[in-house]
């Protein structure tokens, strides 16, 4: 089975739900399980990210490091506050808007052909970062994947929004 990750940008009063009421992390990565009492609250978040399965790629490449890295890029993937159960890879994890905002300020300094150029596949697999087969892989998607997640950072600090971040 994949592992693949989602980024979700989702209003300052959900992350307070949430933190509040971790079973409605449910509502939100599926939505068949919505009721009417949730219906409002989940309708303030947006469609996530799916970045599959190039999050370990990007989460080694911002921070050098295989798992949790204490750096301001380290909260890009793997970061926030661990809320609610084990979805089967992990905990859910929240970041707050201002944790938001500096990420995206964070990322805002760094160039996707800058990001790129960290890409180094003989030292991905040395590292074992998922999904492994780096040299054999065909990985320009990774710097797009890059794109993608800053420029999905970037809109969810211009919207004041959080984040939830999550494996499945």
Do not use: C
Not at 3 to 19: D, K, W
Not at 93 to 115: G, N, P, Y
């Amino acid at each position: 089975m994949s592992m693949i990750a989602y980024l979700q940008q989702i209003s300052p009063a959900l992350v307070e739900a949430i933190q509040g009421n971790p079973s409605l992390l449910e509502t939100l990565i599926d939505s068949a399980t919505e009721t009417p009492e949730t219906e409002e609250l989940s309708a303030t978040a947006t469609v996530a990210l799916d970045i599959d399965k190039d999050w370990h790629g990007l989460h080694y490449l911002l921070t050098g490091q295989a798992w949790e890295s204490p750096g301001i890029l380290g909260q890009v993937i793997l970061g926030g506050q661990e809320v609610g159960d084990d979805l089967g890879y992990g905990a859910a994890r929240l970041l707050t808007s201002e944790q938001v905002q500096v990420v995206a300020q964070a990322l805002s300094h760094l160039s996707t052909d800058e990001f790129a150029a960290k890409f180094n596949p003989s030292q991905l697999n040395e590292a074992d970062i998922y999904p492994g087969n780096w040299e054999e892989a065909d990985r320009p998607g990774l710097a797009e994947s890059y794109e993608n997640v800053a420029s999905y950072y970037q809109d969810a600090a211009a919207q004041g929004q959080g984040m939830l971040l999550y494996l499945l």
